[in-house]
């Protein structure tokens, strides 16, 4: 059984309620989550790209990545869990695990189930609670992968979800 259901779900997924990158983020990481997160992508069999400052190459470790110089060029983990679905992680912070995912990309009850794989995935992995919000809205954490429950679960409030 899937561990959300379109109908449940439908608004948090509607890109001009949410805004079309939704932020997710995990909270009080390290350089080792981090790597955990390089790890599988590089070895998953998912289609992935690294950059940095826009240019394309491989892919160093976790640590060399967060201990560039503040002004160092931006850099994106881009990586695709299944072909049409992209992820885009953004290593700026050791404690913030960060990245976004395209709600256009994630309709209906197959992207549903894609998004919460990934969540999940990634919240086993890591043993933390992967938390997705509205674009730009760090406060309201709208679903996401609770490590207690072992899956991920709506976490709207009564009054969010009357709001959409």
């Not at 160092?72 to 049409?84: I, S």
């Not at 919460?116 to 919000?133: D, H, Q």
Request: proline share 9%; charged share 25%.
């Amino acid at each position: 059984m899937p561990d959300l259901l379109w109908d449940d779900v439908r608004k948090f997924f509607d890109p001009d309620l949410m805004g079309a990158l939704p932020d997710v983020s995990v909270a009080g990481t390290s350089v080792e989550d981090w790597q955990a997160v390089f790890d599988p992508v590089r070895s998953s069999g998912w289609a992935w790209e690294y950059l940095e400052g826009g240019v394309a190459g491989p892919l160093p470790p976790a640590v060399d990545v967060l201990t560039r110089p503040a002004d160092a060029e931006t850099v994106d983990l881009r990586g695709w869990p299944v072909p049409g679905v992209l992820a885009v992680f953004r290593p700026m912070a050791a404690e913030e695990i960060d990245f976004d995912v395209d709600l256009r990309e994630l309709q209906g009850q197959e992207g549903v189930d894609v998004l919460c794989r990934l969540l999940a995935a990634l919240g086993r992995r890591l043993r933390k609670p992967v938390i997705m919000t509205a674009e730009g809205d760090h406060g309201n954490p709208v679903l996401g992968f609770d490590p207690a429950a072992g899956q991920v679960v709506l976490m709207a409030g009564p009054r969010l979800s009357r709001l959409w």
